[in-house]
């Protein structure tokens, strides 16, 4: 990935969170602690800042940067996961790897993280879904859509949602819906 490409990917996913902030909260309000969409805001506000105020190299730079932003300045669960996410793909990048292979080891550092698998109403469902996807080169909006959606009828049983059991089911996860957003800011950008 060029290094404008993540710049400007970040910037997308930053507007998409900014805009969707508020929505990402309520669908974490009964599932959750309701402040998904705040923390995020919060993460991608400080790494639009730190893009602004800093000097970049590579693509890699940009990821690692992002990693440790959203480390430091989201809290619950979404800063260690996504934070670990940009690590995993900041490794991958730096090797010089495809775009599939990036978001792949981003995925492993997420489970490795989170120990979800498929099927557990996490993140991890979408993803894994837009990795296989990727391969093919058929990511489009309408598959990651599918992929959030899918989460609606899931019964979680991995993280914080886990803890309502079957009152999970009908409602989206919501680091399915941002990690949807991350990768629909990648298509905008042109970065698949």
Do not use: C
């Amino acid at each position: 990935m060029n290094l404008q490409t993540a710049k400007d990917w970040m910037a997308a996913f930053n507007a998409k969170i900014q805009e969707y902030k508020d929505y990402l909260s309520e669908l974490d309000t009964p599932i959750g602690d309701g402040d998904h969409g705040g923390n995020m805001a919060r993460g991608m506000a400080a790494v639009m800042d730190n893009m602004d105020s800093e000097d970049f190299a590579s693509a890699a730079d940009v990821l690692k940067m992002v990693s440790m932003q959203l480390l430091s300045k989201v809290g619950g669960a979404s800063g260690p996961l996504y934070g670990s996410a940009f690590m995993g793909m900041t490794k991958a990048e730096t090797a010089g790897a495809e775009i599939a292979d990036v978001l792949a080891a981003g995925l492993e550092m997420i489970q490795k993280r989170g120990k979800a698998v498929t099927n557990e109403k996490t993140m991890v469902d979408v993803w894994t879904g837009v990795v296989e996807v990727i391969k093919n080169g058929d990511l489009s909006e309408e598959v990651i859509d599918g992929l959030v959606e899918a989460t609606k009828d899931m019964k979680a049983t991995k993280g914080r949602a886990s803890y309502v059991g079957e009152r999970s089911i009908g409602h989206i996860d919501p680091g399915s819906f941002s990690s949807g957003l991350l990768f629909k800011a990648l298509l905008e950008v042109g970065g698949v």
